[in-house]
């Protein structure tokens, strides 16, 4: 096999959570390119649809309506995939939320939201995707982490989100050492400042924080959306072959300061 057919998915089934817009979107349009058939699992549906006809091409992309905090939606989105795609693959947990405020006076209803799209919301796709992948002997799930599991991000104040995203990559280590003689790799990408419409009204109406963050990335700026296509390429594909339990971080250098 040459170095370019290791990173073909040609054939392949792919789910990618919260991919209606923003990081997920530019994954899961890496992973079409790539060849993979794409399911856009997202709950907001109508967005996901139109994600999904914008990079319906050469493979199928479809989209289908998810709640990852329910585990009924979950499941029922994992059957549906299954029937208009076939075997699910490549699973990316993507889906994700933050809610800044000091620890202080962050209430426990924000709290768990937080912790229940971000932790509980890989898990259940984690488990209801590995279940089938385990069956079938393979798969592969690439769990999106953050910088924040590894270092405390300034000026805002994210207690919860750090938090989940360190028990992201906890996770994605648990869940790869149970499954490895199964067939099943589980890997995580902990991206670093991104640059995506949601960022942008952030710093439109907090321009101060941008100035902070930059000062804190060695390379300079936020990264761009689409940086993160050939990586979550690498993890799904069999060009990662040897590889699970990790978690690859893309920060631009904050976390090596």
Not at 74 to 80: N, Q
Not at 180 to 187: E, F, K, P, S
Request: aromatic share 4%; glycine share 8%; charged share 25%.
């Amino acid at each position: 096999m040459s170095v370019l057919e290791s990173f073909s998915l040609e054939g392949e089934t792919a789910i990618v959570t919260g991919a209606a817009q923003g990081l997920g979107k530019q994954m899961a349009t890496g992973l079409a390119e790539m060849g993979a058939d794409v399911a856009i699992a997202d709950v907001d549906v109508e967005k996901a649809e139109r994600t999904a006809a914008e990079l319906d091409g050469e493979t199928d992309v479809v989209a289908t309506e998810v709640d990852v905090t329910d585990e009924a939606s979950v499941e029922a989105m994992v059957e549906d995939v299954t029937d208009r795609l076939g075997p699910v693959d490549v699973l990316v947990n993507n889906a994700g939320i933050v809610e800044n405020s000091p620890a202080e006076e962050t209430s426990l209803d924000s709290w768990r939201r937080v912790l229940a799209v971000n932790l509980d919301g890989v898990f259940l796709c984690a488990k209801h995707v590995g279940q089938r992948m385990l069956e079938r002997g393979g798969g592969r799930i690439v769990n999106i982490a953050s910088m924040s599991g590894f270092d405390v991000n300034v000026p805002q104040k994210q207690a919860s989100y750090n938090t989940t995203k360190a028990g992201v990559s906890m996770l994605t280590k648990s869940l790869a050492v149970e499954w490895a003689d199964r067939g099943v790799r589980v890997n995580a990408i902990a991206p670093g400042y991104m640059r995506t419409d949601l960022v942008d009204e952030v710093l439109e109406a907090n321009p101060e924080m941008e100035e902070t963050w930059l000062e804190n990335t060695p390379i300079g700026r936020l990264g761009r959306p689409e940086e993160l296509r050939e990586l979550v390429v690498y993890l799904a594909s069999d060009a990662s072959s040897y590889m699970t339990g990790s978690t690859v971080v893309m920060d631009g250098g904050y976390t090596a300061r």
